[in-house]
């Protein structure tokens, strides 16, 4: 009898023990971080046309869409880098809409950031739309491939959730770039533009000036499952041309440096956005000599290598990850005028050039006038926080926001929608200069007061 008793008691024990759990009122285990990383070749073909020019040719190296899901701290959060000259209007909302219904999440926690190469294409599909409505010729606004690429990027992504691995650790790590970065804006002693020095610059003279103001580091980001690194996010401010208009489509040595990076840590998907390098440029370390693309690469390379290796590592749960939108409307430039601009559009004596640069102008002033918002995002990971900003942004934004939180990490991808064209500081328009002139900025001065509460109020603690 005490023999069945006890073995009563044994079984009571173990359906009790399986009952809790796999019963009901059984706790559920933690949640947990997860990473899924995508990568695409997104290089057009010969034939389709570029920024500048149509394809003629492919080069070893092409153009990638490359990006992370990171899965675990509520909705999912998409983030991808794209070598295209930028996305503008609703091309970029097309784009994170895609991504968005791919990963499952919605757009406001999508991020899509462009390098800026130039031998790249661009996209607008809100400045498309004007051009056929008027018959005028496409040229590089023609988003047929973009469309291709939309597709299979959405595809791609909701491919690789099954993949995605545990996110245990992340790593932090910066170091200064050495000889490539310098101010493209030399000032005179009235305070204003006198010269520009570009991304690349023939006079000896121009290159011989000081660097001027520059963000010279690279901040580096390791996503990491226990030992192994899943993706390396890395973020410099700068132009990202040695030299262009090759109808070549080719990264530049922003890529180049990746891949040799992606040599060296041949585990990681390494996934590069430009910070915000609007005013910032190669031209004092390069005049334009087809070798200093390798150069370049190498010194952007071996940052990003010293970065690496200063990397600090530590745990991460879901809880270290959040993600903050702050919606802005931007203030549109003074200069432009729906009724002028559509004007210029209507007259077929016009050249076509200035014809497409007026249904540009014209598809963004819409926009604002429409009551459109440009999402101003915050990543937080850690003690890390990544901004995620539009358009061709001056480094001064990049700079305030560093030290508005100088004991937090902070790095800062620009080149999100880029239909502001340039976003200048307030002192900038003044000033002069190309970056701020009517020809390529289209929001007025007062935009800086509109950002930097935007990135104050997502530093905030």
């Known amino acids: 009898m005490k023999y069945w008793c006890l073995l009563s008691s044994a079984i009571l024990c173990v359906c009790a023990v399986s009952f809790a759990e796999t019963g009901e009122s059984a706790q559920e285990p933690p949640a947990s971080l997860r990473v899924a990383v995508f990568d695409m070749d997104v290089t057009p073909p010969v034939g389709v046309h570029m920024a500048y020019d149509p394809v003629v040719k492919q080069w070893e190296l092409g153009l990638r869409a490359r990006g992370v899901v990171l899965l675990g701290a509520d909705a999912p959060i998409v983030i991808c880098a794209i070598d295209w000259i930028g996305l503008a209007n609703e091309a970029h909302d097309a784009f994170r809409d895609a991504l968005a219904r791919a990963a499952g999440t919605s757009r406001e926690r999508v991020a899509v950031h462009a390098l800026h190469q130039h031998d790249a294409p661009g996209y607008d599909f809100t400045t498309e739309a004007i051009l056929r409505e008027h018959a005028i010729e496409m040229t590089r606004y023609d988003g047929a491939f973009a469309r291709e690429v939309l597709v299979e990027l959405e595809k791609t992504v909701a491919g690789v959730l099954e993949s995605a691995q545990p996110l245990t650790h992340i790593g932090l790590g910066e170091a200064e770039v050495r ?14 533009v006198r010269a520009m020095r570009f991304t690349s610059c023939p006079d000896p003279a121009l290159r011989a000036e000081p660097e001027g103001l520059i963000d010279p580091v690279v901040s580096v980001i390791g996503l990491f499952n226990g030992e192994r690194p899943a993706a390396v996010l890395s973020y410099y401010a700068t132009h990202p041309q ?10 530049d040595f922003p890529g180049v440096a990746r891949f040799f990076r992606e040599l060296a840590v041949p585990d990681a998907l390494h996934i590069h956005f430009t910070g915000a390098g609007g005013n910032i440029g190669a031209g004092k370390y390069n005049d334009g000599a087809k070798e200093n693309r390798l150069f370049l690469a190498e010194r952007l390379a071996d940052g990003m290598r010293r ?13 270290d990850v959040s993600w903050s939108v702050t919606p802005v409307a931007l203030p549109t430039a003074k200069h432009l005028d ?12 016009a050249p076509v050039a200035e014809r497409t640069a007026a249904a540009s102008s014209l598809a963004w002033l819409r926009r604002c006038k429409e009551g459109h ?21 001056f480094v001064e934004y990049q700079l305030a926001a560093k030290t508005e939180r100088p004991d937090l990490f902070v790095a800062m991808a620009a080149y999100g929608d880029y239909g502001t064209g340039y976003i200048g500081t307030a002192a900038a328009y003044a000033e002069g200069g190309y970056e701020t002139s009517e020809r390529a900025s289209k929001v007025a001065p007062e935009v800086e007061e509109v950002l930097m509460g935007a990135i104050r109020g997502l530093l905030r603690p």
């Not at 970065?307 to 809880?319: I, L, R």
């Not at 729906?338 to 004596?349: D, G």
Request: with cysteine; net charge positive; glycine share 8%.
């Open 179 to 192: 000889e490539v970065a310098s101010n493209r804006r030399i000032l005179g002693s009235d305070g204003k």
């Open 242 to 251: 040695s030299y262009y208009r090759t109808g070549i489509a080719n990264p």
């Open 307 to 319: 970065a690496w290796e200063s990397m600090e590592k530590v745990a991460v749960s879901p809880a």
């Open 338 to 349: 729906i009724e002028k601009l559509e004007a210029v559009i209507r007259n077929p004596e």
């Open 373 to 393: 918002k440009m999402d101003i995002a915050c990543l937080a990971l850690g003690r890390a926080r990544v901004l995620h900003m539009p358009g061709e942004l």
